[in-house]
């Protein structure tokens, strides 16, 4: 017996760089992106920092005819800057603000006014059936080397979406997450969000580590600040862009359903038969490039439990849809293998340490905050008051009218994030310890 069905998918996903008014020729390299998506054939297209929502219309008119489905996402006060793209019809979507996304004092970074979010759809695909796509950027500020509470708002962004992935693999649906993570292959939070959400990421699946440093591109899919880009180069680098020439800060990760204990009929499953780094020219004709970031593309084979074969991406990396449906003759099936979480004992402890850090540290300045409110609120300022002495007032008002909602509202806001993060992952490092442990749980008292 023989039936036709779809054999592959082929993923996309690229930070834009589309803040308007900010962004350097934002116009001509959205125009850009969107010619190049319409000349591809990819199946899912998930793009981060598409701010504007007529920018996201250029490209959905673009796209209306290759994939037909998509979903713009809003978030924060400024957007989430979050939307996909999908040849497969959309039965549902959901986004989920990060509970902390740094300080509204930090207004170049923007981080907190956008709403860091990871934002989802749920596809109907002919072959897996309900997939669930995630699109996500997370946290920015402080690097491989930055302070520990800045590192903590990305680990609580980096647990906060393996649960969601977690959540939907135990729905039994598949997941495809792709986007910024804004941290490289070896940090914690990407270990956090591979190992408890049981997440392959397609690039490591696809690429030996041991490549010639020269061809960083190619050998560490390195995506942000790398010299070939022009909006990178001359810039200013840290120790790990230094080293490797740039960074790899942008992922597409997959993983199979949490299978049934006793199923009558095992599942077809993900396997990263390529991944690339592109869009690293410059956009043609035109002397900069289509981003701050390069983009990455993900192919992902559909490995059937009758199928033992090692499927290989064709040389030239493209292929038309008509090809990715193709009759597969059934034969003896084969027992697929259970995915479960392991983030260890150890990283949940390492991500424990950083996380009270950041706790003491939002308390302090809560304090510190709320200290100059009250300073600024015991001026007292004659009636007969010159021009100076009124402007004076305003500006005590302002600062003390901002330094009570950063301290109070804001200090409170993050504090009890973390506490509630803290208390999660405490709970999670007991369960999985080997010899368990007696005691209450960790509490840090306001």
């Known amino acids: 017996m023989s039936t036709t069905v779809e054999t592959r998918i082929d993923v996309f996903s690229l930070n834009c760089w589309g803040l308007k008014y900010v962004s350097k020729r934002r116009s001509e390299r959205i125009q850009a992106i969107a010619r190049f998506l319409e000349s591809s054939d990819f199946d899912i297209v998930a793009l981060q920092e598409l701010w504007v929502y007529a920018d996201y219309e250029i490209v959905r008119s673009r796209l209306s005819k290759s994939l037909p489905f998509s979903k713009f996402f809003y978030s924060g006060a400024l957007g989430a ?12 979507a959901a986004i989920h603000p990060y509970s902390l996304n740094g300080s509204p004092l930090d207004v170049l970074g923007g981080d907190w006014f956008v709403g860091k979010a990871a934002a989802s759809i749920v596809i109907r695909h002919p072959t897996l059936g309900q997939v669930q796509v ?78 010639a440093l020269h061809c960083a591109v190619e050998a560490y899919g390195v995506t942000a600040d790398s010299p ?6 001359g810039k200013s680098l840290d120790v790990h862009a230094r080293t490797f020439h740039g960074k790899r800060l942008d992922y597409i990760l997959f993983r199979d359903p949490v299978s049934p204990l006793a199923s009558a009929a095992p599942p077809p499953t993900l396997v990263a038969a390529d991944a690339r780094v592109l869009l690293t020219d410059t956009v043609p004709g035109l002397p900069f490039s289509y981003s701050d970031h390069f983009g990455v593309s ?18 030239d990396g493209h292929i038309t849809t008509a090809q990715k449906q193709m009759p597969l003759a059934i034969s003896t099936p084969f027992t697929p ?102 005691g209450e749980l960790m509490s840090i008292k306001p």
Not at 228 to 233: F, I
Not at 345 to 359: E, F, P, Q, R
């Open 298 to 315: 993900a192919t992902l084979h559909i490995r059937f439990p009758w199928d033992g074969s090692n499927h290989t991406s064709p040389d």
């Open 134 to 211: 995630f699109n996500t950027h997370l946290y920015a500020k402080g690097g491989e080397g930055g302070a520990e509470q800045h590192r903590a708002h990305r680990l609580v962004n980096a647990w906060e979406f393996a649960k969601l992935a977690k959540q939907a693999a135990e729905l039994g649906r598949y997941v495809i997450a792709a986007g910024d993570f804004n941290s490289v292959p070896t940090s914690l939070p990407m270990t956090v969000i591979r190992e408890h959400a049981s997440l392959s990421d397609a690039w490591e699946g696809t690429h030996p580590a041991s490549l």
């Open 337 to 438: 293998t259970r995915v479960s979480a392991k983030l260890t004992a150890a990283d949940a402890a390492a991500v424990l340490g950083s996380l009270v850090t950041c706790y003491h540290h939002a308390h302090a300045c809560a304090k510190r905050h709320l200290l100059i409110f009250g300073f600024t609120g015991a001026g007292r300022f004659p009636p007969q008051a010159t021009p100076f002495v009124v402007l004076g007032s305003a500006v005590f008002t302002w600062l003390g009218t901002t330094m009570f909602y950063v301290g109070f509202v804001h200090g409170r806001w993050e504090v009890n994030a973390l506490l509630n993060v803290i208390d999660e992952l405490e709970l999670y490092r007991k369960s999985v310890e080997v010899v368990p442990t007696t």
């Open 228 to 233: 070939l880009n022009t909006y990178s180069a």
């Open 81 to 92: 800057g979050l939307a996909i793209f999908s040849r497969f019809p959309i039965v549902a």
